[in-house]
């Protein structure tokens, strides 16, 4: 085979549709949009527009406030970690914190940090944890199973 005889297999390149080229084309004449209106001119951007009448969304009441600096927890239940640990991608001999979480593939990803919460059966024997918050059920669990568990930051201050 040679350069000159690479070429794509038949159907996988598409032609582009030319609009407004001509009655012939099929779209010629309105090229698609229709007949009159604004909706058939370029630059139109009337979604949500009423005619003038004032918007649904801007009738309808505010509710609530998002807080821009509230932190975002990674919540991970003491199961997932049970599962992780049982099937040999989690040490839990090591300490247990928000790189080791994401190197094993608990979470994606470590945002704010780590909340423990309680859920499911735990039973590793001497697992240290290094989280950002714990939920009191999670903390009972887990020195019940012989671990320990550390809170980290600013998180343990506001508690």
Known sequence: MKLNQIADKPGALKAKVRVGRGIGSGLGKTGGRGVKGQKSRSGVAINGFEGGQMPLHMRMPKRGFNNPFAKKWNAVRLDRIQVYIDSGKLDAKGVIDAEALVKAGVIRRA???VR???????????ATFKVAHASAGAVAAVEAAGGKVEVLGAAADAE
């Open 116 to 126: 423990l919460i309680n859920g499911g059966e735990f039973k590793a024997k001497k």
């Open 111 to 113: 945002k704010d940090g």
